[in-house]
């Protein structure tokens, strides 16, 4: 079973929809929760950032994790055409020098 | 803007023939990575340097190397590019050590293998 478990899509909606993204985890240490966005030819840029359970909020983002079920969510309300891109999940540990561990990425295309 | 910057956006080279990528960044930061991304993959750290020290991942290949001649520059070596190193590279930097600092990435360069 690989750490971060991502269903890569892809993924179409209409302009408007709610859009529910998702990751699973096997590792119980993992604390620090975060949600990446990769443009076509771009480098992955932060989106959200979580630390250990409950609930974030940002503008059309919310982000959610749920560490008892090892499962964090990434919602976007009223979704737009912008919003079409690859949608990284990545954790971390709480402390060392120990790197950040991504999933597959899920590309989502928002169609107007 | 503060930011980080690759160049070349895309490179291509031969197979076996020394390819170097660079990675400068304006944020001062203390940490930079590389990683490697495969269509549809999850990138994958190669290494990174904390300031001067250099912390390389256990499966990554020989073949790759790094160097960070000063806080604001890093590059990638690649000494003897096969086909199956061709990928987006991407460099990232960090204030702090560990993944739990946010990590700033640059547009990548995409490198393909003849």
């Not at chain 1, 604390?31 to 359970?53: A, D, H, N, V």
């Not at chain 2, 960070?68 to 930097?93: E, K, Q, V, W």
């Amino acid at each position: 079973q690989k750490e971060v478990e991502q269903d890569p899509g892809p993924l179409s909606v209409p302009e408007g929809a709610i859009v529910s993204l998702n990751c699973t985890y096997s590792n119980s240490a993992f604390q620090y929760f975060m949600w990446y966005r990769q443009y076509s030819r771009k480098g992955p840029e932060l989106l959200m950032y979580t630390y250990s359970s409950g609930n974030k909020e940002d503008g059309r983002f919310t982000a959610q994790v749920d560490k008892s079920s090892k499962y964090i969510s990434l919602f976007i309300r009223d979704s737009q055409p912008s919003d079409s891109a690859t949608y990284l999940c990545a954790m971390s540990i709480l402390s060392g020098n120990t790197p950040l561990v991504f999933g597959k990425g899920t590309r989502l295309s928002v169609i107007a | 803007d503060a930011m980080v910057i690759q160049n070349p956006r895309y490179q291509v080279t031969q197979f076996g023939k020394p390819v170097t990528l660079s990675c400068s960044q304006t944020l001062n930061h203390n940490v930079m990575y590389w990683y490697q991304q495969k269509s549809s993959q999850a990138p994958k750290l190669l290494f990174h340097y904390y300031d001067k020290d250099f912390n390389n991942e256990a499966d990554t290949p020989d073949n790759f190397q790094s160097r960070r001649p000063n806080t604001s520059f890093c590059f990638l070596d690649i000494r003897s590019p096969g086909l199956g190193d061709a990928a987006m590279y991407l460099c990232a930097t960090s204030r702090l050590a560990g993944g739990s600092d946010t990590q700033y990435f640059g547009p990548g360069t995409r490198l393909t293998v003849l």
